[in-house]
T-cell receptor, first 112, second 116 residues
Framework: EAQVTQNPRYLITVTGKKLTVTCSQN?????MSWYRQDPGLGLRQIYY???????DKGDVPEGYKVSRKEKRNFPLILESPSPNQTSLYFC???????????FGPGTRLTVL | AQTVTQSQPEMSVQEAETVTLSCTYD???????LFWYKQPPSRQMILVIR??????QNATENRFSVNFQKAAKSFSLKISDSQLGDTAMYFC?????????????FGTGTRLQVTL
């Protein structure tokens, strides 16, 4: 089954404790993105990747890092999380830049 | 930069009735893509419908159709014969034609409640 998976689905952590949210897709997609969803703001792009070892900033990259060492994986790293990063995070992938994006199930992150 | 505006934070419709969700956008581009995504309580983002700006014909998917007015930069979603399963948050989204950054620009969403 074609899908985008994210882990963990829920995470509660404390300020400053490094964490990684994993994202994996099995569709051989080249493009992958991370979004965060906040009430009243919709979804906003954090980072994106057009291929292995090619990543770039989206609209709200501050406080986040990403890497793309393999085509299927695109982890989101919060090296020193803060409460303003409490949000719902989505990973998405697509074959081509214009193609329909497939979203993961979301990760609910709470930073205390 | 592109912006997407959804002016209806919440809407309600009775089962079997028709409802229209509004979306306007701002762009200087001539070619682009527009989308409606549905987010049910499960939080999964589900593509409802997609429209290419160069196509004059409005997209339809079963009970879902759009009214795309390019000159007015308007992209409304019509849901016919509403069902309880249509209860969800609906997001309008924009993407440049060149797929730059594979980036979707989203509106703030409209929460739709379908009632008996």
């Amino acid at each position: 089954e074609a899908q985008v998976t994210q882990n963990p689905r829920y995470l509660i952590t404390v300020t400053g404790k490094k964490l990684t949210v994993t994202c994996s897709q099995n569709m051989n997609h080249e493009y992958m993105s991370w979004y965060r969803q906040d009430p009243g703001l919709g979804l906003r792009q954090i980072y994106y990747s057009m291929n292995v070892e090619v990543t770039d900033k989206g609209d709200v990259p501050e406080g986040y890092k990403v890497s793309r060492k393999e085509k299927r994986n695109f982890p989101l790293i919060l090296e020193s999380p803060s409460p303003n990063q409490t949000s719902l995070y989505f990973c998405a992938s697509t074959y081509g830049g214009q193609d329909t994006q497939y979203f993961g199930p979301g990760t609910r992150l709470t930073v205390l | 930069a592109q912006t997407v505006t959804q002016s209806q934070p919440e809407m309600s419709v009775q089962e079997a009735e028709t409802v229209t969700l509004s979306c306007t956008y701002d762009t200087s581009e001539n070619n682009y893509y527009l989308f409606w995504y549905k987010q049910p309580p499960s939080r999964q983002m589900i593509l409802v419908i997609r429209q290419e700006a160069y196509k004059q014909q409005n997209a339809t998917e079963n009970r879902f159709s759009v009214n795309f007015q390019k000159a007015a930069k308007s992209f409304s979603l019509k849901i016919s014969d509403s069902q309880l399963g249509d209860t969800a948050m609906y997001f309008c989204a924009f993407m440049n034609h060149d797929g730059t950054a594979s980036k979707l620009t989203f509106g703030t969403g409209t929460r739709l409640q379908v009632t008996l």
